[in-house]
């Protein structure tokens, strides 16, 4: 399909907003993550859930993975793991709001606004460091 420019339909669902998205293949649907740390799902332009304070702060990070909703909010430091209906699977904390995020055989990688860059096993919840930069972006 093709985007069309026009508005989005909140469908009484609280206008807000929008931090940062990220694509679901497999569902055909979109997420975005909002400045009060609630999470949408979009099906075109038209949200169709909203799961509202997922997070302390803004949504900063946001990505579909594996099958996987990967989530992180600026004040709460914490990562979510969520399913397309938005359950939380899984929770981590971690040292800052990531900036960046990303999933693959059973291995978070995430990317901080304090520099650092982590993988998290999924299973074992194991976090390592295996980046720290000089300041904070």
Not at 49 to 54: A, D, E, L, T, W
Not at 73 to 80: A, C, I, M, P, V
Not at 83 to 109: H, R
């Amino acid at each position: 399909g093709q985007l069309d420019k026009k508005k989005g339909i909140f469908n009484g669902h609280d206008m807000t907003s929008m931090i940062t998205i990220t694509y679901s293949p497999e569902n055909n649907c979109f997420f975005t993550g909002t400045a009060k740390g609630s999470i949408y799902k979009w099906e075109g332009n038209t949200c169709v859930k909203s799961n509202q304070g997922v997070h302390q702060g803004a949504v900063m990070g946001l990505a579909w993975a594996n099958g996987k909703l990967l989530s992180s909010g600026s004040k709460d430091q914490k990562l979510h793991v969520s399913n397309a209906d938005g359950e939380i699977l899984a929770s981590y904390d971690i040292p800052s709001y990531a900036k960046s995020l990303d999933l693959l055989n059973g291995k978070i990688l995430c990317a901080t606004k304090c520099g650092r860059v982590l993988t998290i096993d999924e299973s074992s919840k194991a976090q390592k460091e295996i980046m720290h930069g000089h300041s904070q972006g």
